[in-house]
T-cell receptor, first 113, second 112 residues
Framework: DAKTTQPPSMDCAEGRAANLPCNHS???????VYWYRQIHSQGPQYIIH???NNETNEMASLIITEDRKSSTLILPHATLRDTAVYYC??????????????FGTGTRLTIIP | DAGITQSPRYKITETGRQVTLMCHQT?????MFWYRQDLGHGLRLIYY???????DKGEVPDGYVVSRSKTENFPLTLESATRSQTSVYFC???????????FGQGTRLTVV
């Protein structure tokens, strides 16, 4: 699986859009980009994933660059409850028995009141 | 209750003892995962399973044993616990290898 690089921490004002970047310059054609978050000491929570097209759901939007070497997770109107560690994960899906889900160290996002 | 549950939530054990952490999911998800989380290390994959009777090593498998005789259960055993295995352990499951994974609430294990 390709490695990802994320800033260790970010702040965002409450009510503003939080834009979390992720670099995955070694991504290959069959690898998806996933985002999870972990609030305090809870188990991680799935947010969104995509291959090449931009994706949006009720929680967030995922913007993937045309060359797929980087992506941005957007929380459109951040609230205090969005304070968490956000993990960007690149994952190979094509090989049965090799469908690992491995996490990096993530970005600690703090929403400022 | 539907979902994924881990037991116990908290466990203190002594060095050298065998301890088993349980993970049970009610969705019949094919995939299950075990992670450990230590301060400064994020989540590290210990073992995962693509289906009953199919398991594979993750990043940090040494000192751990898993089994998956039934789809819904994925126990993690520390055969001879060491202090370095003090950690928070998370179990997760997913329908397939590429669908979202659902995590349990974690087991905080302390080895003294």
């Amino acid at each position: 699986d390709a490695k990802t690089t994320q800033p260790p921490s970010m702040d965002c004002a409450e009510g503003r859009a939080a834009n979390l970047p992720c670099n995955h310059s070694t991504i290959s054609g069959n690898e998806y980009v996933y985002w999870y978050r972990q609030i305090h000491s809870q188990g991680p929570q799935y947010i969104i994933h995509g291959l090449k097209n931009n994706e949006t759901n009720e929680m967030a939007s995922l913007i993937i660059t045309e060359d797929r070497k980087s992506s941005t997770l957007i929380l459109p109107h951040a609230t205090l409850r969005d304070t968490a560690v956000y993990y960007c994960i690149v994952r190979v899906l094509s090989n049965f028995g090799n469908e690992k889900l491995t996490f990096g160290t993530g970005t600690r996002l703090t929403i400022i009141p | 209750d539907a979902g994924i549950t881990q037991s116990p939530r908290y466990k203190i054990t002594e060095t050298g003892r065998q301890v088993t952490l349980m993970c049970h999911q009610t969705w019949s998800h094919s995939y299950m995962f075990w992670y450990r989380q230590d301060l400064g290390h994020g989540l590290r994959l210990i073992y995962y399973s693509a289906a009953a009777d199919i398991t594979d090593k993750g990043e940090v498998p040494d000192g751990y044993v898993v089994s998956r005789s039934k789809t819904e259960n994925f126990p993690l055993t520390l055969e001879s616990a060491t202090r370095s295995q003090t950690s928070v352990y998370f179990c997760a499951s997913s329908v397939t290898g590429h669908t979202e994974a659902f995590f349990g609430q974690g087991t905080r294990l302390t080895v003294v």
